[in-house]
């Protein structure tokens, strides 16, 4: 890979101390991604970005992060992608509007990019498993439910070791 390029996200950041328990609850479902992807809703998925572009990007962010207001997210119940792709998530149950205009803001201008699938904020703890701990994840955890006000967002970059780490965060101006 260039050294000039890095592969980033944006995402908002599921807070302690749910953090911690969708992250054990991931681990003890088998996936090998618990400890290497932090527990979150993602608004720009894994992307290619040119390190001479960071400044642009950074100033988009900030631009859009100034815009928004802080918001309640209820996570509630789970579902999955499957057949379409191996993934069992927590669902947004309270706060999908925000999510899907804040994702819509942040991929436009330097982080315009088409996405693959709709957008469907969720936050995942199950992916890549067998089936057997697919619905395993999708059964113990349908009844788990989690509230926090969202007050900002993070840039993430993926380390050559397969952990995606926070590199800046962005908040709520309004």
Same mark, same amino acid.
């Not at 040119?50 to 815009?67: F, G, I, K, Q």
């Given at each position: 890979?260039?050294?000039?390029?890095?592969? #980033?996200?944006? &995402? #908002?950041?599921?807070?302690?101390?749910?953090?911690?328990?969708?992250? +054990?609850?991931?681990?003890?479902?088998?996936?090998?991604? +618990?400890? +290497?992807?932090?527990?979150?809703?993602?608004?720009?998925?894994?992307?290619?970005?040119?390190?001479?572009?960071? %400044?642009?990007?950074?100033?988009?962010?900030?631009?859009?992060?100034?815009?928004? *207001?802080?918001?309640?997210?209820?996570?509630?119940?789970?579902?999955?992608? $499957?057949?379409?792709?191996?993934?069992?998530?927590? =669902?947004?149950?309270?706060?999908?509007?925000?999510?899907?205009?804040? =994702? &819509?803001?942040? $991929?436009?201008?330097?982080? $315009? $990019?088409?996405? +693959?699938?709709?957008?469907?904020?969720?936050?995942?703890?199950?992916?890549?498993?067998?089936?057997?701990?697919?619905?395993?994840?999708?059964?113990?955890?349908? %009844?788990?439910? *989690?509230?926090?006000?969202?007050?900002?967002?993070?840039?993430?970059?993926?380390?050559?070791?397969?952990?995606?780490?926070?590199?800046?965060?962005?908040?709520? =101006?309004?």
């Amino acid at each position: 890979m260039n050294d000039r390029v890095r592969t #980033i996200g944006v &995402s #908002i950041p599921v807070p302690a101390p749910h953090a911690a328990e969708l992250t +054990a609850w991931r681990a003890r479902f088998g996936d090998p991604l +618990a400890h +290497a992807v932090p527990p979150h809703i993602t608004l720009l998925p894994p992307s290619q970005l040119h390190l001479d572009d960071l %400044d642009a990007v950074r100033e988009h962010l900030e631009t859009t992060a100034a815009a928004c *207001a802080p918001f309640e997210v209820v996570l509630r119940g789970t579902a999955t992608f $499957r057949p379409v792709s191996p993934v069992v998530f927590v =669902q947004v149950a309270r706060g999908i509007s925000e999510c899907e205009l804040l =994702q &819509s803001a942040v $991929r436009t201008g330097p982080l $315009r $990019r088409e996405i +693959a699938f709709p957008y469907h904020p969720h936050v995942t703890v199950a992916h890549d498993v067998e089936e057997v701990a697919l619905d395993r994840a999708e059964l113990v955890l349908r %009844d788990w439910e *989690a509230t926090f006000t969202v007050k900002g967002f993070s840039l993430y970059e993926h380390g050559a070791d397969g952990v995606w780490r926070p590199r800046e965060d962005f908040v709520f =101006q309004q």
